[in-house]
Antibody, heavy 116, light 110 residues
């Protein structure tokens, strides 16, 4: 079955870039039926969708309005994974970050704290 | 304030049937399918229901989903202590152009 394995730092300094990676096994990141998402969860905001990448003869990336100017989601077909980069972070970006195919599977989650 | 509205809590006794509601609008539940997620304490969410009423392999048939108009429901029959968790609904929103979630319902098994 499909599994997602997240990696990345748990502590990021304010104004720096948060970078997380999600390795896909049991499916292809280039699948024409799947979408690959990033979601975060915090006590103040609940579950918040950040964006997604997917392949339908070409690559598409879509972002939530709240992070559109700061977020980039990139697929890496050579490693069958996708990543999230969120620049200019503030303490408000402190949350547990998840990657997910929202119809089938979530990653294990990464607690990211933004602090100096 | 979440886009999808769920009751903050629900409860039942072992063996009972409980339902969790999820209310949205024409731009999300009214036009798109609904997923349900179960989050046990300290763990990542798990897909319980997708495409309104489909269960992934391994999810017991005690869990069922339905949708009508701009609302959806999750039903859990034969309630067990292991069902104590937070339950979230989600759907794509055509106006916001993104996935939206409910605020979650904390289920307590008395």
């Amino acid at each position: 079955q499909v599994q997602l394995q997240q990696s990345g730092p748990g502590l990021v300094k304010p104004s720096q870039t948060l970078s997380l990676t999600c390795a896909v096994s049991g499916d292809s990141v280039s699948s024409k039926s799947a979408t690959w998402n990033w979601i975060r969860q915090s006590p103040s905001r609940g579950l918040e969708w950040l964006g997604r990448t997917y392949y339908r003869s070409k690559w598409y990336n879509e972002y939530a309005v709240s992070v559109k100017s700061r977020a980039t989601i990139n697929p890496d077909t050579s490693k069958n994974q996708f990543s999230l980069h969120l620049k200019s972070v503030t303490p408000e970006d402190t949350a547990v970050y998840y990657c997910a195919n929202l119809d089938s599977v979530w990653g294990q989650g990464t607690q990211v704290t933004v602090s100096s | 304030q979440s886009v999808l509205t769920q009751p903050p809590s629900a409860s039942g006794t072992p063996g009972q049937r409980v339902t969790v509601s999820c209310s949205g609008s024409t731009s999300n539940i009214g036009r798109n399918t609904v997923n349900w997620y179960q989050q046990l304490p300290g763990t990542a969410p798990k897909v319980l229901i997708y495409l309104n009423n489909q269960r992934p392999s391994g999810v017991p048939d005690r869990f069922s989903g339905s949708k009508s108009g701009t609302s959806a429901s999750l039903a859990i029959s034969g309630l067990q202590s292991g069902d104590e968790a937070d339950y979230y609904c989600a759907a794509w929103d055509d106006s916001l152009k993104g996935w939206v979630f409910g605020g979650g319902t904390k289920l307590t098994v008395l």
